[in-house]
T-cell receptor, first 116, second 117 residues
C-alpha cells in the first residue's frame, strides 16, 4: 500500500523567501515520487520526479526536491519565491515495479501564497 | 503539439441525471488515466486504460460509473444516475509507453468540474 501526507494545506511566504513544501510518503515497494503544480484554471504540470537515480532532483522554475529514504520524505524547495509561484502543489507516489506507469497516489495538496 | 483536452470544462446537473465527460489524450499516448478530486480532498485515481483495454479500474467508486475508450483514442466517463457525492473535478491524464528508465510523466488535462444539485 502507498500513501502521501503533505504537511500544511496552506503555506504563505514573502516574495524572495525560501519555499519549503513538505511531503512524506509511505510505500511497501520502492517508490517513484513526483511533485505537480496546478495554476488556476489549468491542469496539473509536472515540476520534478524521483525515479531511483539521483536523490537530489532538480525541476522546472528553480524547484528541487531531495529523496530521503530514512525519513520517507520528498520535500520541495525553492531558494527564492516569486509571485508567479502562487499555485497549488501536489506530491504523488507510484510504484517503481511497473516503471511508474500505474496510478499516482496524491497528497491532499498545499496551496502556496506569495505576498510582496 | 496539443495537450490533453477535456470537455466540458463545467457541468451542472440534477441528481439522477446522466452526464458524460470526454477526454482526448495527447496523440500517440497509449496510457490514459482518470482521476477525481472531491472538494477539499486529495486527487484520487479512478482507472487506467492501455489503448482500449482497462488495465486497472480499482478506483471506480461503483457501477454508476462507466468508462470507455473507443479505438484506443479518446475516452468517455459516464455517470448514471448522478448523485450529490459525485460532485468534484474529474481529471484525465495520458502518458507514452514506458521508456527504459521508467517513471514516465503523466500529462494532465484541465479537468471537468461537475456539480450535482
Amino acid at each position: 500500500a502507498q500513501s502521501v501526507t503533505q504537511l500544511g494545506s496552506h503555506v504563505s511566504v514573502s516574495e524572495g523567501a525560501l519555499v519549503l513544501l513538505r511531503c512524506n510518503y509511505s510505500s511497501s515497494v520502492p517508490p517513484y515520487l513526483f511533485w505537480y503544480v496546478q495554476y488556476p484554471n489549468q491542469g496539473l504540470q509536472l515540476l520534478l520526479k524521483y525515479t531511483s537515480a539521483a536523490t537530489l532532483v532538480k525541476g522546472i522554475n528553480g524547484f528541487e526536491a531531495e529523496f530521503k529514504k530514512s525519513e520517507t520524505s520528498f520535500h520541495l524547495t525553492k531558494p527564492s519565491a516569486h509571485m508567479s509561484d502562487a499555485a497549488e502543489y501536489f506530491c504523488a507516489v507510484s510504484s517503481a515495479f511497473s516503471g511508474g506507469y500505474n496510478k499516482l497516489i496524491f497528497g491532499a495538496g498545499t496551496r502556496l501564497a506569495v505576498h510582496p | 503539439e496539443a495537450g490533453v483536452t477535456q470537455f466540458p470544462s463545467h457541468s451542472v446537473i440534477e441528481k439522477g441525471q446522466t452526464v458524460t465527460l470526454r477526454c482526448d489524450p495527447i496523440s500517440g499516448h497509449d496510457n490514459l488515466y482518470w482521476y477525481r478530486r472531491v472538494m477539499g480532498k486529495e486527487i484520487k485515481f479512478l482507472l487506467h486504460f492501455v489503448k482500449e483495454s482497462k488495465q486497472d479500474e480499482s478506483g471506480m467508486p461503483n457501477n454508476r460509473f462507466l468508462a470507455e475508450r473507443t479505438g484506443g483514442t479518446y475516452s468517455t466517463l459516464k455517470v448514471q444516475p448522478a448523485e450529490l457525492e459525485d460532485s468534484g473535478v474529474y481529471f484525465c491524464a495520458s502518458s507514452q509507453k514506458p521508456p527504459k528508465a521508467g517513471g514516465g510523466e503523466q500529462f494532465f488535462g484541465p479537468g471537468t468540474r461537475l456539480t450535482v444539485l
